[in-house]
């Protein structure tokens, strides 16, 4: 392996080592069967200190001329951390550490010089991101070909005034051995970094008076939807449904209806890898958020932060943004196993989708939730518009809306008397004639 792919690839041991004197290094060079670690610089000798404990290479002939070194052995620590360090290397997902050399970002370059920003770097896009343990990082917006996410140091963030959840365009620089580092913001969601905006908190909440449209779906399920459970722009909306009744496709349909309406953000919770492609493939647009079924929980939930941060970035801004969450289910079950908390898990929850609101004098932030039946009831205090699946209509070959228990509250105030009117239509057939029937005359209308 040539030194860049090494320190790509081992990172994270290398800075452990590199945190030890020299004297340690060499201790230890001997224990991994490196010969004559006394006449090497301390760099080479971290790289070589690598190349042995990974096993990238043949092991090094050991010399002998001379007296032999009087030294003492290695701490079994130190031993025991570099082989844990390389281990964990080793198994990180190959769609995070391995990226075709043609695709990976060039960040500049600063072992021979200071850095240089100038037209010529590569600007580098994504969401400032604050992790657990107190810590920044720039997540790309897009994470096709970007080996290593940069940090963000706390002087570069103060400098530039940057939120959770903004979205910056910047430059960043590497030295050997070391992380990116996001250095300098060119922009911050797409303005100079220095415009004045509101506090999302600080907000006064109101009511949703205007509702999303879903005229283009050529899906009449979806246009129902529209109907019996209108989605205001600031809307807290449940879609309640089982497994196996089609509420990704459903998802996918409404995302597609919102685009150009409003800025979509998915976040996308313990769903297959393919799913999310197929979402950014139809959703060019949309912020998508993926932690994929083999995620870490600890990934889940801060993905499920960061999305809801950048959503109120957006929202503070002026703007309209609706956030779908697919599903609540793998959100709860992820913070339940990182607070080892039930009821802590389920506060999480609820304060993610009751953020939910149209600010007085800013942005909406609306929030569409797919759940399971089993956990819905938690957040019925909190939902105000809610749409149900039902399982037993799809096996009986009809669509699963269910017309009679799909509402939102205060509807009046988003539908016009001749949708009123259709909606109240729908739900009287459906109680009279059942669901069938009911379908029947929600095509009749909507071929009109």
């Known amino acids: 392996m040539e030194e860049k792919e090494i320190l790509e690839a081992f990172g994270s041991v290398y800075d452990y ?40 290479a043949e092991p090094e002939k050991v010399s002998r001329r001379g007296a032999r070194v009087k030294a003492e052995a290695a701490p079994a620590e130190s031993i025991s951390e570099v082989r844990k360090l390389i281990e ?8 995070d550490n391995y990226i075709p050399e043609s695709e990976k970002i060039e960040f500049n370059d600063i072992i021979q010089s200071a850095p240089v920003y100038g037209y010529g770097d590569r600007l580098y896009r ?47 620089v590497e030295a050997a051995g070391k992380p990116p580092v996001f250095a300098q913001a060119e922009s911050v969601n797409g303005k100079i970094f220095s415009y004045q905006r509101g506090n999302f908190e600080e907000f006064a909440a109101a009511f949703p008076q205007q509702k999303y449209s879903f005229a283009k779906s050529g899906n009449h399920l979806v246009r129902a939807a529209e109907l019996l459970a209108p989605l205001g722009k600031g809307q807290r909306a449940l879609l309640v ?45 949309a912020d998508v958020f993926s932690a994929p079924f083999d995620s870490l929980n600890a990934d889940r939930t801060d993905l499920a932060r960061l999305a809801l941060e950048r959503a109120k ?6 703007g309209n943004v609706v956030l779908l969450l697919d599903s609540m289910q793998a959100y709860f079950r992820a913070a339940e196993k990182v607070c080892s908390d039930e009821e802590m898990a389920l506060l999480e929850c609820k304060k993610f989708f009751a953020s939910a609101r149209r600010l ?12 399971e039946p089993s956990l819905a009831n938690e957040f019925t205090d909190a939902c105000n518009s809610v749409l149900r699946f039902c399982e037993e209509y799809v096996q009986l070959g ?18 016009d008397d001749k949708e009123a009117a259709n909606a109240h239509q729908l739900r009287n057939v459906a109680l009279q004639n059942g669901m069938r ?9 909507f071929k009109e």
């Open 17 to 56: 080592l590199n945190d030890k004197t020299i004297y340690d290094l060499r201790t230890l060079a001997r224990e991994f069967g490196v010969n004559a670690p006394s006449s090497a610089r301390k760099h080479d000798l971290i790289l070589r200190i690598i190349i042995a404990a990974a096993g990238l």
């Open 88 to 95: 964990e290397c080793r198994l990180h997902k190959p769609y």
């Open 126 to 172: 994504g969401f400032v991101q604050r992790l657990p343990d107190g810590n920044w990082r720039v997540y790309p917006e897009k994470k096709k070909g970007v080996v290593k996410i940069p940090i963000l140091t706390e002087d570069v963030r103060t400098r530039f005034c940057l939120r959770e959840g903004d979205l910056v365009a910047g430059y960043v």
């Open 241 to 285: 449904a089982p497994s196996g009744t089609g509420k990704t496709t459903f998802l996918r349909e409404i995302a597609e209806c919102l685009s150009g309406q409003a800025q979509v953000i998915l976040l996308l919770l313990g769903q297959r890898p393919e799913e999310s492609v197929e979402f950014e493939l139809r959703l060019p647009n």
């Open 313 to 318: 970035r957006i929202a503070e801004d002026g």
């Open 360 to 371: 007085d004098g800013g942005g909406t932030l609306t929030v569409l939730a797919t759940v």
């Open 398 to 415: 009809i669509p699963a809306l269910d017309v009679l228990h799909s509402d939102t509250k205060r509807s009046d105030l988003l539908l």
């Open 437 to 445: 029937e009911a379908y029947l005359l929600a095509d009749a209308i």
